[in-house]
């Protein structure tokens, strides 16, 4: 069992700052790749960035260049530094964690979101 819990969101003036962290607690052999997702009111949920263990990145082109994903391998902790933001990024933000179990099972989870609100 893996649990994941995120933290750093709230309100947010255009053009501001937040980070958000994800600490991922819990049995598991390894963790593979992590991410964060993002779902608006009324959309589909979406990725925002990923990151490998070895910290290969992938970010989706509505935040390139504003956002920067990274993990701490040993804290077992990701964060995702979010600047410039827009309304637009108005969201919840979801931590995505996926890896091998000690059985040599995948396993995926995710965190219950944080609300990340950018409003004057």
């Known amino acids: 069992q893996v649990q994941l819990v995120e933290s750093g969101g709230g309100l947010v003036q255009p053009g501001g700052s937040l980070r958000l962290s994800c600490a991922a607690s819990?049995?598991?052999?390894?963790?593979?790749?992590m991410g964060w997702y993002r779902q608006a009111p009324g959309k589909e949920r979406e990725l925002v960035a990923t990151?490998?263990?070895?910290?290969?990145?992938n970010y989706a082109d509505s935040v390139k260049g504003r956002f920067t994903i990274s993990r701490e391998n040993a804290k077992n902790t990701m964060y995702l530094q979010m600047n410039s933001l827009k309304p637009e990024d108005t969201a919840v933000y979801y931590c995505?964690?996926?890896?091998?179990?000690?059985?040599?099972?995948?396993?995926?989870?995710w965190g219950q979101g944080t609300q990340v609100t950018v409003s004057s």
């Open positions: 995505n964690a996926n890896g091998w179990s000690a059985g040599g099972g995948l396993w995926d989870y």
């Open positions: 819990g049995s598991w052999f390894s963790i593979s790749a």
């Open positions: 990151i490998t263990r070895v910290g290969r990145t």
